[in-house]
T-cell receptor, first 111, second 113 residues
Framework: SQQGEEDPQALSIQEGENATMNCSYK?????LQWYRQNSGRGLVHLIL?????REKHSGRLRVTLDTSKKSSSLLITASRAADTASYFC???????????FGTGTLLAVQP | DGGITQSPKYLFRKEGQNVTLSCEQN?????MYWYRQDPGQGLRLIYY???????QKGDIAEGYSVSREKKESFPLTVTSAQKNPTAFYLC????????????FGEGSRLTVL
């Protein structure tokens, strides 16, 4: 089963604009992670936010987490053509040590 | 350099054949995972292992088998019982524990002819 649902499914913006994608999940979590996947490649970890955190920054990335709404958002500021990729949220927690991935947002940044 | 190596990158098989996908890591990670990705979709968990000689089914284990005889290796066999095996397969690992990022291999693309 897929825990997370990303929104929108696809997003097209111009270089320099900000990109925001959202993730909703269903059950309680210990942490939420965001990953990036270039076409045909493996996933790369971007950022992790714990359930007791509300906001986290890393470079041009800003992640928020609202556990009451079971949702998270990823903001990429001043986007570049190289940011073109699919972005996935993943929720983790519990004794099984599993990460459950969402359906992903395909971001296209036009030069 | 430390990392996860998946092989082969591309694999073609005829219906009715079993194939084995290799996944090797030199990160000294305890936990290893196999995910399946279909076009335009997210990742679905096939099997995972938290320790040598032990593994658990994920959400879509039917038609697949794994082994974990060594800490570094977690091969996945796609059997002929898997009805729709054409997909992109991703192996990942991480340190044991509740939090922490997953490290992924570059994937293996299996096509059934």
């Amino acid at each position: 089963s897929q825990q997370g649902e990303e929104d929108p499914q696809a997003l097209s913006i111009q270089e320099g604009e900000n990109a925001t994608m959202n993730c909703s999940y269903k059950t309680s979590i210990n942490n939420l992670q965001w990953y990036r996947q270039n076409s045909g490649r493996g996933l790369v970890h971007l950022i992790l936010i714990r359930s007791n955190e509300r906001e986290k920054h890393s470079g041009r990335l800003r992640v928020t987490l609202d556990t009451s709404k079971k949702s998270s958002s990823l903001l990429i500021t001043a986007s570049r053509a190289a940011d073109t990729a699919s972005y996935f949220c993943a929720t983790g927690g519990g004794a099984t040590n599993k990460l459950i991935f969402g359906t992903g947002t395909l971001l296209a940044v036009q030069p | 350099d430390g990392g996860i190596t998946q092989s082969p990158k591309y694999l073609f098989r005829k219906e009715g054949q079993n194939v084995t996908l290799s996944c090797e890591q030199n990160l000294n990670h305890d936990a290893m995972y196999w995910y399946r990705q279909d076009p335009g979709q997210g990742l679905r968990l096939i099997y995972y292992s938290q320790i040598v000689n032990d593994f658990q089914k994920g959400d879509i284990a039917e038609g697949y088998s794994v082994s974990r005889e060594k800490k570094e290796s977690f091969p996945l066999t796609v059997t002929s019982a898997q009805k729709n095996p054409t997909a992109f397969y991703l192996c990942a690992s991480r340190l044991q524990g509740d939090t922490g990022e997953l490290f992924f291999g570059e994937g293996s693309r299996l096509t059934v002819l």
